[in-house]
């Protein structure tokens, strides 16, 4: 019996601390179903404060490697489709904790309990992602684990660490908003392989994103406004400092625009890279 603990800062810490995946994800799922159920009675559980840990516990596998040394699989075979949901399971299991990382990091940040309510909202839902692939890879004989995975996913968090606008910036509204880009095309390669089971997981991934994107939107304009900052001069600011790489097309423009994150604040940079 998993015990709840008393502020949403010690649960954010206690899901970052925890190694195994299923359970890390059950307990995201778990407090956050704690969290709404006290919004719902007008008793919000206390935010707290709690020392996030520098990155979060993990599992003795998979083995994590230089994404240059991450083996390339083509995706038309069997072989590579597997490698692309053990990729995204990764994925997903990083984004569960730095959901429950932005609550517990920046604390000192006063915000609106609205704030709360949608990373605990995201929380889950990447708790959620990440079973339904760990399910799709259960059913092609694998697991979360067997394969060796990308080392650099938690960069971003670090290079934010002390920065929250930096961290929405780079973590939904770039990362975050690269999945709008290249989930279409992974769908499609599990539509000719007739794999209706990661079709719907897939599915799901790319409807609920858009909700993360916004959101990453939503509270950087906040700040920009409480700040007196102009949002499309700062983002490019932070980017430029943050963001290791280009920002590549192609975008998806619609699924990006219906997350408030219009052409004139990414096109730039993808050109100036080139």
């Known amino acids: 019996m998993i015990q709840i603990p008393d502020t949403l800062a010690a649960c954010a810490v206690d899901v970052l601390t925890t190694a195994d995946a ?11 179903k704690a969290w709404f159920a006290g919004r719902a009675a007008g008793q919000p559980m206390p935010i707290g404060s709690a020392e996030p840990p520098a990155r979060p516990a993990r599992p003795e596998r998979p083995e994590l490697l230089a994404p240059r040394d991450v ?9 590579g489709r597997k490698a692309l949901l053990h990729a995204v399971a990764h994925i997903e299991l990083n984004a ?6 932005i609550i517990a990091r920046f604390t000192a940040t006063p915000m609106p309990l609205g704030f ?3 990373w605990v909202k995201s929380a889950d839902e990447e708790a959620k992602h990440f079973r339904l692939i760990s399910d799709c890879l259960a059913t092609l004989g694998s697991y979360y684990g067997e394969l060796p995975a ?27 908003a690269r999945g709008l880009d290249v989930t279409p095309g992974m769908i499609e390669i599990f539509r000719k392989a007739d794999q209706p089971d990661a079709i719907a997981s897939l599915e799901t991934i790319y409807a609920e994103e858009v909700g993360h994107v916004a959101y990453g939107s939503k509270w950087f304009h ?7 900052l102009d949002p499309k001069e700062t983002f490019h600011t932070l980017v430029r ?13 619609e699924k990006r625009a219906e997350a408030g994150i219009p052409p004139d604040f990414y096109w730039p940079l993808a050109e100036q890279a080139e």
């Open 241 to 253: 400092k943050y963001f290791h790489g280009a920002l590549k097309p192609p975008f998806n423009e």
């Open 96 to 101: 569960v904790d730095l959901h429950w990382d």
């Open 222 to 228: 906040f700040l920009c406004g409480r700040h007196e």
């Open 22 to 32: 299923m359970e890390k994800t059950a307990k995201s799922r778990l407090y956050a």
């Open 116 to 118: 709360y309510d949608d």
């Open 71 to 79: 083996p390339r699989r083509r995706p038309g075979t069997p072989a």
């Open 150 to 176: 990308h080392a650099g996913m938690w960069r971003a968090a670090e290079d934010t660490a002390t920065d929250l606008m930096g961290r929405l910036t780079v973590v939904p509204m770039v990362l975050e």
